[in-house]
């Protein structure tokens, strides 16, 4: 394993830390302060659609997808350095290079999955960010953890499929150029095979039936950039059986090879909210007094920032193995190393930035630092795409298989 970046890497990495800070960290104030002038909270303060036009003309636009017919045509292992760069701003970042979930995933799906029609009408102007879009999968009244638990009814009317369900925290929902929903819900609940019961479908948000009932919070924040978390129900709505991705039964296969993308991207931006969580320590460490020296003098901040470093290289390597990983041997021969990733990621993130409000004491749980939003973030990613303990739980048994 050679984890020196390429050539391409290495001016794309130059390319994206000069925009991010010539252009994304001088915007990430003036987007605060235009957000609160705006009539929406959930409408893009327009600093953020001139980041989106200047990465366009800088080539730093869907660096995600690895087809090059749609996307940059980076591998995992060339993409994995950028993505964490644009973690160190996660609000602005992700969606200013059209590199933010949940449009991510559903651009791969289509791209993967669909039809052409499907791509026509909603694969490219996704690509071209002109629409939003959300991943319907997650549902309040069971462990949606469990994908076969779904409850969602997708039932076959003729040359129609009808949808009756209730999903909620279904990230970029609120967003006023969200116009498409990828359902996931179930096509044949009685099926012998558990795993062969679900489907997916396009709905169109306009879809007479679909109704976005509330945003929902996260340690109170309503996450405006993404686009919120909303709660949606589905009542009777009605959409052309050509919507179906793939085939029937097909849903719970196309959402693993979602989630596996998808999980090591979040891994690679919560590296860079790491780094950046440290960065921020530092500079706080070196700039205050207390009790006669330095913070940076103090022992436990030493031990704070020292431990924090050796944690993030750590984690780079093993995020780097396993993009490495599932460009040569595939998703499916990196299952254990995308879980491993999955667990510890998050989890040591969440323990930097949580030191590092500690040493900005009451500034660090304020909004005149980024450190709480952070935390927010990286504390939910230790449930989302599947809670710790479910990836522990498969982890453990793929590890015990070996000794039976």
Known sequence: ??????????????????????????????????????????????????????????????????????GAGLTN???????????RSPQLAPTATNCAAPDT????????????RQK?????PLLAGEIRSAFAMTEPEVASSD????????????DEYVITGRKWYISGAMHPDCKIFIVMG????????????????????????VTVTRAMQVFGYEDHYHGGHAEVVFDH????????????????????????????????????????????????????????????????????IADARVQVEQLRLLVLKTAWLMDTVGNRGAHTEIQAIKIATPRAVVGIIDRAIQL???GGVSQDFPLAELYAGARTLMLADGPDEVHQRSLARRELKKYL
Request: with cysteine; aromatic share 6%.
């Open 105 to 116: 995933g559903n651009m791969e799906v289509l791209a993967q999955f669909g039809n052409e």
């Open 77 to 87: 292992l060339q993409y994995a350095p950028l993505a964490e760069i644009t973690g």
């Open 360 to 362: 900005h004491g009451a």
């Open 237 to 304: 709505a009605r959409v052309p059986a050509s919507n179906l991705i793939g085939e029937e039964g097909g849903g719970f296969a196309i959402a693993q090879a979602r989630l596996g993308p998808g999980r090591i991207h979040h891994c690679m931006r919560l590296i860079g909210m790491a780094e950046r969580a440290i960065e921020l320590m530092c500079r706080r460490a070196v700039s205050r007094t207390a009790f006669g020296k330095a913070l940076a003098q103090q022992g436990v901040i030493q031990n704070w």
């Open 186 to 209: 179930k096509t044949d609940p009685d099926g012998a095979d558990i795993r062969r019961q679900q489907s997916m479908v396009l709905v169109p948000r306009d879809t007479p039936g």
């Open 147 to 158: 994908a076969t638990n779904i409850t969602t009814h997708i039932e076959r009317d003729g």
């Open 120 to 124: 026509k009408q909603w694969l490219e």
């Open 1 to 70: 394993m050679d984890f020196a970046f390429d050539a391409r890497t290495e001016e794309l990495r130059a390319r994206l830390l000069a925009f991010m800070d010539e252009y994304v960290h001088p915007a990430e104030q003036v987007a605060h302060e235009q957000r609160a002038r705006l009539a929406s909270p959930w409408e893009n303060p327009p600093v953020v659609e001139e980041l989106k036009a200047e990465a366009r003309r800088q080539g730093l636009w869907n660096l995600f997808l690895p087809d090059a017919e749609y």
